[in-house]
């Protein structure tokens, strides 16, 4: 128990940021890049010459509210 | 421990895409099948002659939609185990249900309710190519505008929590946010492109078909992944209970 005696000893445990940290940065920039394929490639920006992305994902983003055409 | 938490996230977002995929299907579909037959029958009418399709249309809708909205819930999984891994414990003090769910009702509302509400999902003949670049634009500084304002909401309320009450704190901080995005909005220009004879049943349909996708979306990933995590990370995410001050 003497771990616990510096900080408040219940309720949720916080994840250390320098855990996080790694995690947050790759993860995190994955995610936002696969979900700017999915909104935004080959509409107002692109990355890859075509319209086979746009065209592909066509109906998601328009239903899913995103800027299309 | 992050990285499992990551994982969980990405898998409940799956599986909360696999059900919006359905609604999707459902209550979606039929507006964007409605919006090409306008389409084409505006384009018809122009004697203009039909591109050719790069991908036909079954496959757009079946397929194409799966990808798309499956790609997108995944990384708002993935994105909301990050942000959950940083809020649990840190920002809320509830457990992890109640820090999930509370985090995907703020998710719902920053990301998709606000930016929704300005400026709202198209069907396709709906907007002019020529203004993608300025229409892409908005919606993401209208995004980004409400993801700051509800992290400051919410930080407002927490300062305010202990001098103010609960209630208190909660009610100056959500009228502090509704005024900062009422300015916004009526600050951003408005963006109008629906064409004349344009179904107005059609588009309604549409859009509030658009905001269900984002409603099953969001209530499974925040319900589902407490409801994981509780189990999965039952004694790690919280301290023990024999350390629990006794009640006085």
New interface residues.
């Given amino acids: ?1 003497s771990n ?1 005696t510096f900080a408040p ?7 250390p ?1 320098k ?2 940290l790694p ?2 940065i790759f ?2 920039l ?3 890049l ?2 700017y ?4 490639e080959e ?3 692109s990355m890859i010459s075509g ?2 992305v746009h ?15 | ?3 499992n938490l ?1 994982l969980r996230g990405m898998l409940v977002g799956l599986f909360a895409g696999i059900l919006a995929f359905g609604f ?1 299907k459902i209550y ?2 039929p507006q ?1 099948d409605r919006a090409i037959a306008f389409e084409e029958a505006t384009a018809q009418a122009a004697g203009e002659t039909p591109e050719p ?3 036909s249309r079954p ?3 079946g397929f ?2 799966l ?3 499956l ?2 819930a ?3 999984g ?2 909301f ?2 942000v959950f ?2 809020t ?3 920002v ?5 249900r109640g ?1 999930a769910a509370l985090l995907a009702l703020a998710g719902f509302v920053a990301i ?1 309710l606000v ?2 509400l300005k ?6 003949s709906v ?1 002019n ?1 020529d203004t ?2 300025s ?3 908005l ?1 993401f500084i209208m995004l980004v505008i409400s993801i700051a304002a509800l992290t400051a909401t919410i930080g407002l309320a927490r300062r305010l929590w202990a001098q103010h009450g609960g209630w208190n704190a909660s009610i100056i901080a959500g009228a502090a946010f509704v005024i900062v995005i009422a300015i916004a909005m009526y600050a951003l220009p408005t963006i109008n492109e629906v064409p004349e004879k344009f179904s107005a049943d059609l588009l309604w349909r ?1 859009r509030v ?3 269900g ?2 409603v099953v979306l969001w209530t499974v990933l925040g319900l589902g992944f407490g409801a994981i995590v509780e189990r999965s990370f039952a004694g ?4 023990p209970a024999s ?3 006794a009640l006085r």
């Fill in positions: 128990m616990t000893t219940y309720g949720p445990l916080p994840i940021v855990e996080l995690w947050a993860g995190g994955l995610c936002l696969a979900i394929f999915v909104g935004a509409g107002a920006t319209m086979y065209e592909w994902v066509h109906d998601g983003r328009h239903l899913l509210g995103f800027p299309c055409h | 421990m992050v990285g990551l999707a979606g579909e964007v399709e790069l991908v496959t757009q809708a194409g939609l990808t798309g909205v790609v997108y995944t990384s708002i993935g994105l185990a990050l891994a940083y649990y414990g840190r809320s003090s509830f457990g992890p820090t998709v930016p929704d400026y709202p999902a198209n069907p396709p907007g190519p993608i670049g229409r892409t634009e919606f549409f078909a658009s905001l996708i984002h790690q995410l919280s301290r350390a629990r001050p």
